[in-house]
Nanobody, 123 residues
Framework: QVQLVESGGGLVQAGDSLRLSCATSGVIFSNYLVGWFRQAPGKEREFVAGISWRGDRTEYADSVKGRFTISSENVKTTVYLQMNSLKPEDTAVYYC????????????????WGQGTQVTVSS
């Protein structure tokens, strides 16, 4: 059974940094990828970043390019989202999700989800 557990959220000021972690277990280590999504109150869940199992492909939403970095380590069992230069509009619940297959940007394409971690950026 695939399980994803996020950690690392919190309350920060604009311009600060945070690193989110997503610990994965139960995945079959081939042809899967992990994505980070976020959902602000009253808004749809949106794609933030994604990384292939091999780590050789990463994708970012335009709104976070140059500020956020997705990476993986620990034999690919942990995926990180380094968030720099945070803005108030980055405030949301951040989720990690996994799917088997190619990169997708629609949350409905992901089968496995963590419980989410709150990120709040004050101005």
């Amino acid at each position: 059974q695939v399980q994803l557990v996020e950690s690392g959220g919190g309350l920060v000021q604009a311009g600060d940094s945070l690193r989110l972690s997503c610990a994965t277990s139960g995945v079959i280590f081939s042809n899967y990828l992990v994505g980070w999504f976020r959902q602000a109150p009253g808004k749809e869940r949106e794609f933030v970043a994604g990384i292939s199992w091999r780590g050789d492909r990463t994708e970012y939403a335009d709104s976070v390019k140059g500020r956020f970095t997705i990476s993986s380590e620990n034999v690919k069992t942990t995926v990180y989202l380094q968030m720099n230069s945070l803005k108030p509009e980055d405030t949301a619940v951040y989720y990690c999700a996994a799917r088997y297959g190619s990169m997708r940007y629609d949350a409905r394409e992901y089968n496995f989800w963590g419980q989410g971690t709150q990120v709040t950026v004050s101005s």
